[in-house]
């Protein structure tokens, strides 16, 4: 080996060795008698740790929270809430959005069997059920204690309006033709008194006789089926009077 590499190489070692030494004391200083790499593992360890305990406080101060909530709700649910469930039930129940069934009377209206080929000297019009027909039927039972009312399965209401349309009645936008089935939910006594004191009613039953021969049948039942009120509650066009 020439001889200026070789005095190069005998000045690198001692400063390398000078430098090695310097960097051990500067980091001996720094770690202070700790493990400079370990301290950073041992610090994660015991932050997530920390964390998690934190969390796990957490969910016990959810769980005791959800506990008083329940206990609340039960000592409530046993006064305010059933309260206000039952007076809305019965709310319900009077708007007629909620489904009956009990006992009642089935009234059926039908056109006269000549109502398509008209009897001579006899008005056609006096020979099919009209508007005012079902109408005094309803009001009937409704002042008879009706709690609930179907025409045709569809359930009515005090505003339900009820429109002749050609030889067919429309019910809430829906036609219907003859014959027209009125189920009535009440006591089944006080209805066929409430029908049979009705002078409308007493008309419409003048005209079963012939020659016109309207069709009027009255049974009773013990389990009638009413469905939901699904139509508007409010008015759109008649208004309360003053």
């Known amino acids: 080996m020439p001889r200026g590499k070789t005095l190069r190489w005998k000045l690198a070692v ?24 370990g301290g950073r593992h041992t610090d994660l360890i015991g932050l997530v740790s920390e964390q998690r305990s934190d969390v796990q406080d957490l969910q016990r101060n959810v769980q005791d929270l959800q506990r008083n909530v329940d206990s609340l709700s039960q000592s409530v649910q046993g006064t305010k809430i059933n309260q206000v469930r039952r007076q809305t039930s019965v709310a319900e129940l009077a708007a007629s959005v909620l489904p009956m069934q009990g006992a009642g009377l089935v009234v059926t209206l039908d ?3 000549h109502a398509q080929t008209g009897i001579d ?3 056609s ?13 309803v009001n009937a039972l409704w002042s008879g204690g009706a709690t609930g009312i179907a025409i045709e399965n569809q359930r009515i209401i005090s505003t339900t309006g009820i429109k002749c349309v050609g030889n067919t009645v429309v019910l809430q936008q829906i036609p219907y033709a003859p014959p027209y089935r ?4 009440g006591d089944p006594v006080d209805l066929y008194a409430a029908l049979q004191a009705s002078p409308a009613v007493h008309t419409y039953i003048s005209y079963t006789q012939s020659p016109y021969d309207l069709g009027y ?3 009773q039942d013990s389990s009638i089926r009413l469905p ?15």
């Open 14 to 37: 001692p400063v390398a060795a000078g430098c090695a030494g310097l960097l051990a004391i500067t980091s001996m200083i720094n770690a202070r008698g700790t493990d400079l790499r």
């Open 111 to 113: 056109d006269s069997p």
């Open 121 to 123: 000297n006899v008005d």
């Open 125 to 137: 019009n006096d020979l099919v059920v009209h508007q005012q027909d079902i109408q005094a039927v």
């Open 182 to 185: 009125i189920s009535a939910v």
């Open 217 to 219: 049948q009255v049974s």
């Open 228 to 242: 939901p009120y699904d139509g508007p509650l409010t008015m759109k066009f008649a208004r309360v009077a003053d």
